[in-house]
Structure formats: structure tokens, C-alpha cells
């Protein structure tokens, strides 16, 4: 029987493992030169100034709500098709995260839906780049327009990209802060929980250290509320590591992705993710759609290939927005692509062989 192909398999080498047991050997395990020198490769990596190594992308979605000075009676609009943390990050905060609509073709925010959802009480917006796509740069235009502040979740999008005023732009440069995550199944991970937190901006710079370290500065007085959100040395050391492969894991998706994409363009029932004009996809996840989910899952089931229903419920109606106000409203293409998209393996750690019996398997679909 050949082993089942999973929708995940994180990356660890000599050199990881190597990176690892020098700083526990080191015995600096917290607040070190690991750290540091993670941060800095990371903001170079998007071409920002400054970054934050942190303890999980939820960690610094929430740290990134704070920076901004949000807070109880603010409102932040966020897709209802995304991973939960994205929403429950503001209600983590007091505010009350606000959902609007997705495009129908790239699945990310629908900046039209967003733009009709902003009152007096809105304070910021989190896009999401889907799956490692990048949200439309309008939304960055619009939150310029509004005075919001726009929290990029590129938790799935690290190496992604999108021309903006004509300059290709990386995922950590396209909002006001960005928030990364390294859980094991993402494009860099760092062998436990982890994420990040990138700006640009010099005055959100200058507190992104301080607000996952209890708000202290560098004389060890809190100047904010804040708590302990750091990341482990280990984990910095380990995140350094992966970070060197990116560009190459990066290109394996790509083919990888491309060789989905070509396998089922002319399939009567099964439809490609689509590719926004001037984005480099990241290809965290490769979700096909289809309307018959149970027969397909199973079919993938029978070939011993992973596959499943990535968000079948979306955020506004999770139990815990049982009263939310906006529970009852409609989200017409939210509700659709809940229903229908399913993900595949595409991770850079597909073999060839492996990739070919996905392959075959859609075929025989
Ligand atoms: C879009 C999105 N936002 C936030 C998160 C939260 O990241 P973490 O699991 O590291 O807390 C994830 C993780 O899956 C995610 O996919």
C-alpha cells in the first residue's frame, strides 16, 4: 500500500535540527540573539524595517489590534471565509469584529462589501490574503481614504506578492501591521507555535518588541498593557533555518500548483483556484471547487490522498456569534465556497510520484 499523501508535511533537516540543539546548548533560550536576527532576516525578507518574532499568528493578530489602539466599542470589518482567529483576535480585544463579503473569483475581502460596512465605529480592517493569495490592493487604497488601520493576515501568505503602484510589494509590506504564523503546516514554521508581526511604519515600529514583552522597554518599565507573547530561541533558531528555503519551496508549489491547475481545467465538475492578474500566489493551500464535496472526498479517500472542506462554516456563524448581530445576515458567496472548496496536497514536500497520483486521481475523478 503507498503511504497516504497528506495535506501538510513541514520540513526538518540536519541543518534545523543542528540550529536547534546549538541554542539549547547555548543556553539562551529566551530573548536572544536567535530572535533578533529573526526579526531581521524576516523584515528584509518582505522589505520592511522592522519586524517582531511572537508566539503564534493569533498571538499577533492580537498584538497588532493593540498597537493600533483598539479596543472596547471599535469595530473591525474581517471576512466571514477565513480561519476563526482572524475574528475572534478582535473580540479578544472588546471590539467587535464586523464581517463583510468576499470576491467571488479570488475569495478575498470584496473591498465594495467593505466599503459599505465602514460607520463612525470603524477602526480598522483585517484583510486576509486566502489560502496565499493576496487581497485586491483597492482595500489598501480605501483604508488610506477612511483613516483605518489595515492589519494584513498573511498567516498563509509568507512569500507572497501583488504589483502596487506599480512596484511588486511582498505579503508583510501591504498593511498598516502584518501578522505571519508559523503553525507546522504553513509555507515556514518553526517546529512548534510561532508567528510574526511586520511594519513599516516607524511609530508602530518602535512599540512592536515592547507589546509582546509586557509593553516594557528597554529599562524594563511598562509603558503599555502588554504580556508575555514572545517567541522561544529554539523556535527563532529553527524559523532562521526554514526561512533559507522559501524562495525554493516557493517555486516547487508554483509547479506544483500549475500541475493541478492543467490536470483539472477541462474537468466537468471539479473548477481551479484562480489567480489574481499581477499576484504571485503562495499557494499555502490549493482549494478546488466542486459541488458534489462528499463524492469527491471520498474518491480522494479511496486513493489514499488527503483532502477536506476548508472552512464548511463561516466565522459569522460559529457558536461563539450565536448573538452576534450580524449572525442571521446573508453572505451569498461566503455561504457558496463554504460549501465548496476543498483542499488538496500542493506542499513542497510532494514527491514526484506523489504528485502524480494526485493527478491521476483527478483524472479518474
Ligand atoms: C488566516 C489565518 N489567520 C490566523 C491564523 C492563526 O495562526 P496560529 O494558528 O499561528 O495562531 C491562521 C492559522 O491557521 C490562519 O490561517
Redesign the pocket.
Known sequence: MPERIPLARPSWTDEMRAAAMNTLDSGRWVKGPQGRAFAEEFADYCGVKFASPCN??????IAALRLLGIGPGDEVIVPSL??I??AT?VSMTGATPIFAEVEPDYWCLDVEDVKRRITSKTKGVIG???FGQCYGTELIDLCKEHGLGLIE?A??AHGASIVHNGAETMAGALGTIS?F???P??NVAVGG???MITTADAEIGARIKSIVDHGRNGSLQSQEVGTNMRMSEVFAAIGREQLKHLDDWLARRHSNAATLCRAIEAHPKLRAPQVRPGSEHAWHQYCLQTEDVERFLQHMSAHDIDARQIYPVPCHQHPVYNDHQQVNDEFPITSHLSEQLISIPVHHGLTDVELERIVDALNTY
Open positions: 503564534s499568528g493569533s498571538g499577533a493578530l477565513t480561519f482567529a482572524t483576535s486576509v490574503h486566502l493576515d498567516a498563509q501578522c504564523s508559523f503553525f503546516s504553513k507555535e510561532g508567528g
